[in-house]
């Protein structure tokens, strides 16, 4: 069945350095792949995704990279603030089915 | 303004009760969720709704039962509730179809079942 794997569980970083979270997916036919940032006792809120038309996705200090022949997709934060620090999931789905299959989630401490 | 709202935010029952959560959204979206969060923060997918049809059904226990009466309303329904329904329930909601699309998330529902 549709799996996606997420590393690590838990990431702590000095603010100002760069976190990196992996996720693998066992569906090729994923197409799209959102993450999201969830604050503790809030819900979760997206901050990027990619489509598998595309290589790698940047937004600010946030970029994505999509990996199709390896199935795996990364997110890159750079330049870590504090109010970086929540639990990051990432998420495959594809349009077949419709299903958004999350990752474990990576709580990521960024210490000032 | 709220995008996606639900109701109530906490809930606390014993074992065995029924109990509904309500959801709406006013985004005009056409594609409705409910996500169940474990202790452990797992997200996964019980329901789903593309309007008002029943897209996504997980494996979940038939106690579990959504309603859609309108586009923009989700509730969910459950029954004799047991000490593992203890979760947080989240609605969201997505513009066309499902899993496409950016979700966007309610704020949740917290259920303990004592």
């Known amino acids: 069945g549709e799996n996606v794997e997420q590393h690590p569980s838990t990431l702590s970083v000095q603010e100002g350095d760069s976190a990196v979270i992996k996720c693998t997916y066992s569906d090729s036919a994923s197409n799209y792949f959102p993450w999201y940032k969830q604050e503790l006792g809030k819900r979760p809120q997206l901050i990027i995704d990619?489509?598998?038309?595309?290589g790698e996705k940047k937004d600010q200090r946030i970029a994505v990279t999509l990996n199709k022949t390896a199935k795996h997709f990364s997110l890159h934060i750079t330049e870590t603030q504090p109010e970086d620090s929540a639990v990051y999931f990432c998420a495959a789905s594809t349009s077949n089915t419709g299903k958004l299959i999350f990752g474990q989630g990576t709580t990521l401490q960024v210490k000032p | 303004d709220t995008a996606v709202s639900q109701t109530p935010k906490y809930l606390v029952t014993q074992m065995g009760n029924d109990k509904s959560i309500k959801c709406e959204q006013n985004?005009?979206?056409?594609?409705m969720y409910w996500y169940k969060q474990d202790s452990k923060k797992f997200l996964k997918i019980m329901f789903s709704y593309n309007n008002k049809e029943l897209i996504i059904n997980e494996t979940v226990p038939n106690r579990f039962s959504p309603k859609s009466p309108d586009k923009a309303h989700l509730n969910l329904h459950i029954n004799s509730l047991e000490l593992g329904d203890s979760a947080v329930y989240f609605c969201?909601?997505?513009?066309?179809?499902?899993?496409?699309?950016?979700?966007?998330f309610g704020p949740g529902t917290r259920l303990t079942v004592t």
């Open positions: 969201a909601s997505s513009y066309g179809s499902p899993g496409s699309y950016e979700q966007y």
């Open positions: 985004l005009g979206h056409d594609t």
């Open positions: 990619i489509r598998s038309n595309v």
